[in-house]
């Protein structure tokens, strides 16, 4: 077999893609090339090694000398292939600077950390700078200087990736010498800046303090270097020529690491985390730090400053800035709005991710490196205060503190540290490739190849990769969802030997700072529920850290945490309840926003705890649908002999539906139209089954049939399918008699139906009632209950009035006898969509009786701008305005024949009445109304058509509507924005 197909073939099964293009690599390296291939097989991309140790043979002094070194010791000839293989911008370096390979063939380089002095001296040395002297200053030319630092950081870290990729140093340790690095090239930059100010720089001391990852001792190997400058005057100088000097030296040193060269850069340095940002001075005293920290800074500084640790510069004045800024950082949780500021930051770095890159964020995507930082930081910031042993720079140091402490479980502190590293290795090995900064993980599979062999996946590498990146994805997901509130377990929950972790008043601050407003309340409930060595108890700690993660993330925690104890007062002994919440993730997620957002709800839920159950069905929140409620309440209705019996079965049911419908609501399964829909079923039903219960009860009494039929009409928004969740049920009764039966002896039968069903309905017990008003029947209170047919017709023909039409726009015959209902509705079309529409005089009597009521109905005090039913631009004007477009053009506009608003506005733009744009403001005017009072319902547990006053009520409705903390003023101008759209409409399709 020629020699060429053996050496293909061989290639091939050491993982070589490029078999031609090798063997001419090889070829070129000459006879003793192929001894190497099975080192340069185990690199990330042997085809690349072996084309980069190529062009380097072709380039060092010594060829031969190269090559038997390599042949010769192993150590050398894998790490050199690591790096080739790894890393085309290394290899770049290595064709620029060919001698440096040497630096690979150092036998302690895998088993040595060089120290960060070590580091210093070099780089200082590299600039001509004594490393000796308290302040070092350059002195090779400036441009040489510059070019000789970036030579010697990527000698430096030439030798640190080799160790990374062929010994398994630990990404903590990389990281450590990575920062370690960075802070020797700040101090050399700092020498060449002295150099080139000259004498002015001996006026001021200049600390550069490292933040981020570099201050942390973690920093990545391509990332921007976040510090902050300090300046003191030095002896004999005064503070003003002090900070001119220290700003010019800050300058240039930030310039020296960040310009291009011909030998490239080395990175940013960015002081934008100093105060006032890019807009603040670039130095500061330490004084005038403070006086910013004290009085200015927010939240998010304060977690910036968590890392903060000098590493250039004065070594004293560093120091003496670290020792007054950090005991600031401890009291940072006790911040009004502290959680409140942190949950929107959260918020805020997922919504900034970019829609194409969201699947592939390893650092800022759920699941990615920032949860693990922002957990841990967060920990930190809340218990640091009492803890000195937490604060630990690094996210691994300070999670194994955590975890050794006890503010994180072993199970779960281990799973998240195995889950970081993966993570960070991960992140190195994408930047290392061409020492860009990158955080996405790349879609080509050439790229996905090479980087799952970096990570030591050789069988399926591409396969193996995304398997691992998923699977620490998403323990990292569900870690967060429980770590930053675990450590609350211990300062609640008795250990079995009796001690308590934190002090009550550690406990109480650690509550205040999560956002309850009675620390001392919640304490009390949480040790009520996980006090004890009983199985339930064991549950309920395992169970709280969610939970309370869920009611801090909620407008009301402290309302959240009391119903969960009275809902497992209530259920906690029977076998399902804790066993469900423990093991359905999303049953106790759903349950914690129930609680901590609806009082309405929470209400329905505490007069049936059992309730719970449907949070853990399948599509459990999905509502059931008129035929299936129907079906089920009148079968449990006339299932009883008591009417009392049958009709507190309907009730458990409708009651049942609404938390259904409300928890929906809450979760944004269901708009606003949704809503309305679905209560409207749930009210139907009832009354469908209710009617049924009055009339069994009615029967029984009279020992006879009813010889009549009866239908039950409904009115206004029950009519449009528009329900709230404090709306009355508006209908109408009517009846006709059997054939044959007595006329008074019907009308007197459907009288006592009607009359028990709403008494039925109206009884006191533990299910809410429901108000039956039946006002808009002929004739208002003074006329009879129920008519017949016929007298419905006589009385529409002589004696309706046109708000009577109006008014039966939002007719709807629901209930009962069908046909009954059908011949009801032929009956009120011709009246409420006449075939001529309106005449100009009619026109002006619906605006003069708009007119009217927006004089004298809007409650006293009330603000017309912000009244959602009668106010400028409200319900009222909407529905006004759709329905003088029906009463006008319904006639011969078949798709106006619509109780329901939304549909007639929809049909009105199709039938060239309406503008797409004036139907838009119209809709959304209307959505956003009927939104915000069943909103308030949720909140308060009763209704109000107006913005609730109180701050948090406001805020509460704020956010579910979805409004962020803090975005209640944003709500209340989304609202006027809107409606002030909807009245131009109104003003311009009702009024002229």
């Not at 879609?443 to 699977?471: F, I, N």
């Not at 020992?703 to 039929?709: G, H, S, V, Y």
């Not at 039925?760 to 108000?771: E, I, N, Q, S, V």
């Amino acid at each position: 077999m020629p020699r060429a197909t053996t050496r293909a073939g061989r290639l091939a099964r050491l993982g070589f893609t490029d078999a031609e293009a090798v063997g001419a690599d090889l070829d070129r390296l000459g006879a003793r090339a192929d001894e190497l291939l099975h080192l340069a097989a185990t690199s990330a991309d042997p085809d690349q090694a072996v084309a980069y140790l190529a062009d380097l043979a072709d380039r060092v002094e010594d060829r031969d000398r190269l090559l038997e070194a390599l042949a010769d010791d192993e150590g050398a000839a894998m790490r050199l292939f690591s790096v080739l293989g790894a890393s085309s911008a290394l290899g770049d370096h290595l064709l620029r600077h060919p001698d440096q390979w040497q630096e690979l063939n150092d036998p302690l380089l895998g088993s040595t950390r060089p120290p960060a002095l070590t580091l210093q001296a070099a780089l200082l040395r590299a600039v001509g700078a004594d490393p000796a002297l308290s302040e070092p200053v350059a002195t090779l030319p400036d441009s040489e200087a510059v070019d000789a630092l970036r030579v010697e950081y990527r000698r430096l870290l030439l030798r640190l990736v080799s160790r990374d990729l062929s010994h398994g140093a630990g990404v903590d340790d990389v990281a450590a010498e990575l920062s370690d690095l960075a802070a020797g090239t700040l101090e050399a930059a700092l020498a060449v800046a002295r150099a080139r100010l000259g004498e002015p720089s001996q006026s001021a001391r200049l600390a550069v303090i490292a933040m981020g990852k570099c201050g942390g001792h973690e920093l990545n190997y391509v990332s921007d270097v976040d510090v902050v400058f300090v300046v003191a005057a030095a002896e004999g100088h005064d503070e003003h020529e002090a900070v001119r000097a220290g700003t010019t030296l800050a300058a240039n040193l930030m310039r020296i690491c960040s310009d291009h060269t011909a030998e490239g850069t080395i990175w940013p340095v960015d002081a934008a985390l100093r105060p006032e940002g890019r807009t603040g001075p670039l130095v500061r005293t330490v004084n005038s730090h403070l006086g910013y920290y004290e009085k200015w800074a927010k939240t998010w500084e304060f977690q910036a400053l968590l890392k903060a640790r000098p590493v250039a510069g004065d070594a004293r004045l560093g120091r003496e800035y670290v020792d007054t800024i950090t005991p600031l950082v401890w009291m940072a949780c006790e911040r009004e709005g502290f959680v409140t500021e942190v949950q929107a930051m959260r918020r805020r770095v997922i919504e900034h991710i970019p829609a194409a890159h969201a699947g592939r964020q390893i650092k800022l995507g759920s699941g990615g490196l920032r949860d693990v930082e922002f957990a841990v930081q967060l920990l930190q910031m809340v218990h640091g205060r009492a803890d000195e042993t937490i604060r630990a720079g690094a996210t691994l140091s300070a999670l194994t503190l955590l975890t050794r402490g006890g503010y994180v479980g072993r199970d779960d502190g281990a799973a998240l540290d195995a889950a970081y590293r993966f993570l960070r290795s991960l992140e190195h090995r994408m930047q290392l490739a061409q020492l860009r900064r990158t955080h996405v993980l790349p879609t080509d599979e050439v790229d996905l190849r090479r980087l799952g062999r970096s990570m030591g996946y050789h069988k399926d590498p591409v396969a193996e990769l995304d398997r691992q990146w998923r699977r620490h994805s998403q323990e990292v997901r569900r870690l967060h969802e429980k770590l930053f509130y675990r450590p609350l377990l211990a300062a609640v929950a008795k250990l079995p030997d009796g001690e308590v972790r934190l002090s009550p008043e550690s406990a109480r601050q650690r509550l205040a700072a999560l956002g309850y407003a009675d620390p001392a309340a919640a304490l009390r409930h949480l040790e009520a529920l996980t006090s004890g060595l009983s199985r339930t108890a064991s549950i309920q700690r395992t169970l709280l850290p969610a939970m309370l993660e869920w009611f801090a993330d909620a407008p009301n925690p402290d309302a959240g945490l009391l119903g969960f104890r009275q809902i497992s007062d209530a259920l906690g002994s029977t076998h399902w309840y804790l066993k469900t919440l423990r093991d359905e993730g999303q049953v106790a997620q759903r349950l914690a926003v129930v609680l901590a957002s609806s009082r309405y709800a929470t209400d329905l839920l505490q007069r049936a705890p059992e309730g719970v159950r449907i949070l853990a069905q399948p599509d459990g929140l999905a509502p059931l649908g008129r035929a299936a409620l129907e079906k089920e309440a009148v079968a449990a209705g006339t299932r009883q002999q008591d009417p009392v019996e049958g009709i507190t079965a309907v009730r458990a049911i409708r009651r049942r539906e609404l938390f259904r419908v409300a928890v929906a609501d809450l979760l944004g399964e269901l708009d606003e139209a949704e809503v309305g829909v679905a209560l409207t079923d749930v009210t139907a039903a009832t009354l469908e089954a209710a009617l049924a219960v009055a009339r069994q009860a009615v029967e029984a009494e009279r020992r006879e049939p009813l010889p009549t039929r009866l239908a039950i009409v409904a009115m206004g928004r029950f009519g449009g399918f528009e329900l709230g969740y404090a709306s009355d049920a508006d209908v109408m009764f009517v009846h006709e008699p059997l054939e044959d039966a007595p006329a008074q002896e019907a009308a007197r039968a459907a009288h006592d139906v009607a009359n028990e069903l709403r008494r039925l309905l109206k009884l006191p017990g533990t299910d809410p009632a429901l108000d039956i008003d039946a006002d808009l029947r002929p004739e208002g209170r003074q006329g009879p209950l129920v008519r017949t047919l016929d007298s419905y017709a006589a009385y529409y023909a002589k004696w309706s009035a046109l708000w009577e039409a109006q008014a039966l726009l939002r007719a709807t015959a629901l209930v009962g006898d069908r046909d009954l209902c059908a011949r009801f509705t032929a009956l009120i079309d011709p009246l409420r969509f006449p075939a001529a529409g309106l005449g100009d005089r009619e026109v002006q009597e619906v605006r003069r009786i708009k007119a009217r009521v927006d004089a004298e109905r809007l409650p006293r005090g009330a603000d017309p701008a912000t009244h959602l039913k009668l106010g400028r631009g409200g319900l009222a004007d909407v529905e006004w305005t759709v329905q003088l477009l029906q009463m006008r053009h319904a006639g011969r506009v078949e798709g106006l024949r619509t109780t329901r608003t939304l549909a007639a506005l929809h049909a009105a733009v199709e039938a060239g009445l309406l503008t797409e744009p004036d139907a838009e403001a119209l809709e959304e005017a209307w959505r956003l109304a009927s939104g915000l009072r069943n909103a308030i319902v949720q909140v308060r547990g009763r209704p109000a058509d107006s913005l609730p006053h109180d701050a948090r009520e406001r805020a509460a409705v704020a956010h579910i509507r979805g409004y962020g903390p803090g975005e209640s003023d944003a709500l209340l101008n989304d609202y006027l924005r809107v409606t002030r759209h909807a009245r131009q409409v109104v003003d311009r399709v009702f009024w002229e």
